[in-house]
């Protein structure tokens, strides 16, 4: 699986959930910390796609990804400690602990796997 497949998806995620935690609460930290995190790892995955279809990696993209979802999870993690609230602090550090780990994964073997050119 290449990061992108899924850094999107967790972007979308993570802005859809700091908009709805501004809308329902009044909270700019939703606001800021979701949907502001939201779109740098979007961004960081369209480089990611955008390199893969040059049939290159884009480790700064990775490296992005990387931070991003590390950031989340000690942020969320130490939410969670607190409050103990499953949503969203336990569910963001969940999510984004297993997305460092496959982030991790993807720097350890060398970035997304490129194909073979079809002759």
């Given at each position: 699986?290449?990061?992108?497949?899924?850094?999107?998806?967790?972007?979308?995620?993570?802005?859809?959930?700091?908009?709805?935690?501004?809308?329902k609460?009044?909270s700019?930290?939703s606001?800021?910390g979701?949907?502001?995190?939201?779109?740098?790892?979007?961004?960081?995955?369209?480089?990611s796609?955008?390199?893969f279809?040059k049939?290159?990696?884009?480790f700064?993209?990775?490296?992005?990804?990387?931070?991003?979802?590390?950031?989340l999870?000690?942020?969320?993690?130490?939410r969670?400690?607190?409050?103990?609230?499953?949503?969203p602090?336990?569910?963001?550090?969940?999510?984004?602990?297993?997305?460092?780990?496959?982030?991790?994964y993807?720097?350890?073997?060398?970035?997304n796997h490129?194909?073979?050119?079809?002759?």
């Open positions: 699986m290449h990061d992108f497949c899924f850094t999107i998806p967790y972007g979308l995620v993570l802005v859809i959930g700091g908009v709805i935690g501004y809308l609460k009044g700019m930290a606001l800021g979701g949907a502001g995190t939201g779109l740098v790892l979007i961004f960081a995955g369209y480089l796609l955008k390199a279809e049939r290159e990696n884009s700064l993209g990775l490296a992005i990804e990387t931070v991003c979802a590390a950031i999870t000690f942020v969320m993690g130490q969670y400690m607190q409050t103990s609230k499953i949503m602090a336990g569910i963001v550090a969940g999510i984004s602990a297993v997305m460092t780990l496959f982030y991790l993807k720097i350890v073997t060398g970035g490129i194909p073979a050119k079809a002759e």
